[in-house]
């Protein structure tokens, strides 16, 4: 999914087809590959149907050396990120269904987390799990360990992401201030990798969705994010560094060719923002002999699997969207303000609060990637103002952060 992405934000930079031919049979010598007929994969479909890549996060600390994270010291690998992904060529779009590691499954009698799976079976174990407990087909398999994410956001330049309060994780190594930020590889990997999760609110640390759903739900927005933004490579160089990244530390399946990457490449060349759509499998928190787990919880789980089989999309907006308002510019009342212009604009305010920081110039919206529309519609409404990808509170989804922009309360 990375590779095909990462070759179609370049059609425009580098022009010729020929060049992006180019680069696929670069992408395809450089990546490590596992033989597909050792891997339990569905039939190759036609390049004009649907198609779903298993894309796996290992936590693999081999090559980790050169992060300062504190990223522990464990023998093997286990998926630290399941994402089934599944491109839609005749509509342009791509769908992503988060997987928690922590999912409950069946491994050979035994009950498992589905990152046993792969710890125990490896690439064709968890294939062969993801397939039997949701029912959906697996046409590619693409990993990719910590250094080789990190590897990659280097490479096409950073992440841009907004963060509403000041937000840190001891055990990740995350540790960001408020603010858009532009965040480098190593720190893009400490959010994807955060579990402990905390926002600075009030002079407290608190801690906001720190569990393995609320990672799951950070993993998918820095996907996003880097899909949406990645405009670059925009020179040769920084495309034989992205490369160096993929071939460094990605493994994929050898069904995957490069006249499939040029294809896929091609079909979603203008892809939007819009047209990505994602969500996490519904679950709830149980607890079997002392040990923690999350399961399917229905009939919701059928519901998105079942919509993810037909291509539908994943995520319903509710009919009222809910809106955190934050006075960022220090002027008393431009909150309260803010709030009778949202409500008049048809906006459910669901709390109001003072920004980590009272200099914004301009008023922020912030949105989760895959609601940047939303986000934009909100700015029309107001008539100034700028949409933002970055970090929503749960309950809420967009935040307001009023600048000095805002006409005075």
């Known amino acids: 999914m990375l590779i095909g992405f990462l070759i179609a934000a370049n059609v425009l930079v580098f022009g010729a087809l020929g060049i992006v031919w180019l680069a696929a049979r670069q992408v395809?010598?450089?990546?490590?590959?596992?033989?597909?007929?050792?891997?339990?994969?569905?039939?190759?479909?036609?390049?004009?149907?649907?198609?779903?890549?298993?894309?796996?996060?290992?936590?693999?600390?081999?090559?980790?050396?050169e992060l300062s994270g504190d990223f522990g010291i464990l023998r093997g690998e286990r998926a630290d990120v399941a994402i089934l992904v599944q491109i839609l060529p005749g509509a342009g779009r791509l769908q992503m269904l988060s997987l928690p590691r922590d999912l409950k499954i069946l491994w050979e009698g035994s009950?498992?987390?589905?990152?046993?799976?792969?710890?125990?079976?490896?690439?064709?174990?968890?294939?062969?799990?993801?397939?039997?407990?949701?029912?959906?087909?697996?046409?590619?398999?693409?990993?990719v360990d910590f250094a080789g994410f990190a590897g990659i956001?280097?490479?096409?330049?950073?992440?841009?992401?907004?963060?509403?309060?000041?937000?840190?994780?001891?055990?990740?190594?995350?540790?960001?201030?408020?603010?858009?930020?532009?965040?480098?590889?190593?720190?893009?990997?400490?959010?994807?990798?955060?579990?402990?999760?905390?926002?600075?609110?009030?002079?407290?640390?608190?801690?906001?969705?720190?569990?393995?759903?609320?990672?799951?739900?950070?993993?998918?927005?820095?996907?996003?994010?880097?899909?949406?933004?990645?405009?670059?490579?925009?020179?040769?160089?920084?495309?034989?560094?992205?490369?160096?990244?993929?071939?460094?530390?990605?493994?994929?399946?050898?069904?995957?060719?490069?006249?499939?990457?040029?294809?896929l490449a091609w079909e979603l060349r203008s892809i939007k923002s819009d047209d990505l759509d994602s969500v996490t499998l519904p679950v709830d928190v149980t607890s079997e002999g002392g040990v923690s787990y999350v399961v399917?919880?229905?009939?919701?789980?059928?519901?998105?699997?079942?919509?993810?089989l037909a291509g539908a999309p994943l995520v319903e907006v509710a009919p009222s969207i809910r809106v955190e308002v934050q006075n960022g510019n220090g002027r008393p009342g431009a909150a309260a303000a803010m709030v009778e212009a949202l409500t008049e604009l048809g906006y459910e305010v669901v709390s109001?609060?003072?920004?980590?920081?009272?200099?914004?110039?301009?008023?922020?919206?912030?949105?989760?990637?895959?609601?940047l529309t939303m986000a934009s519609d909100l700015v029309t409404g107001l008539g100034y103002g700028q949409p933002t990808a970055g970090r929503t509170p749960a309950g809420a989804d967009l935040v307001v952060i009023v600048g000095a922009d805002a006409p005075p309360p």
């Open 352 to 371: 109001t609060v003072n920004s980590a920081r009272s200099d914004y110039q301009i008023t922020l919206v912030i949105s989760r990637p895959t609601f």
């Open 28 to 65: 395809a010598s450089s990546v490590s590959t596992i033989p597909a007929e050792t891997l339990d994969l569905a039939d190759e479909p036609r390049l004009s149907d649907p198609r779903t890549f298993l894309l796996i996060g290992s936590d693999s600390r081999a090559n980790v050396d």
């Open 296 to 308: 399917e919880r229905q009939p919701e789980a059928n519901e998105v699997i079942n919509a993810f």
């Open 153 to 263: 956001v280097d490479a096409v330049g950073g992440i841009r992401m907004t963060f509403p309060f000041p937000a840190r994780d001891v055990k990740s190594g995350l540790d960001v201030p408020a603010g858009t930020r532009l965040l480098d590889g190593e720190t893009a990997l400490a959010l994807a990798r955060s579990r402990s999760y905390q926002e600075l609110r009030n002079g407290e640390w608190i801690s906001i969705s720190a569990n393995d759903i609320g990672r799951t739900a950070r993993q998918q927005d820095l996907l996003m994010a880097m899909l949406t933004q990645i405009d670059r490579p925009s020179t040769i160089a920084g495309y034989g560094d992205m490369l160096e990244a993929l071939g460094e530390f990605v493994i994929t399946d050898n069904a995957l060719d490069p006249d499939d990457i040029i294809q």
């Open 111 to 143: 009950t498992r987390k589905l990152n046993a799976s792969f710890a125990l079976g490896g690439a064709a174990g968890i294939i062969e799990t993801v397939q039997r407990e949701t029912g959906i087909p697996v046409h590619h398999y693409l990993q």
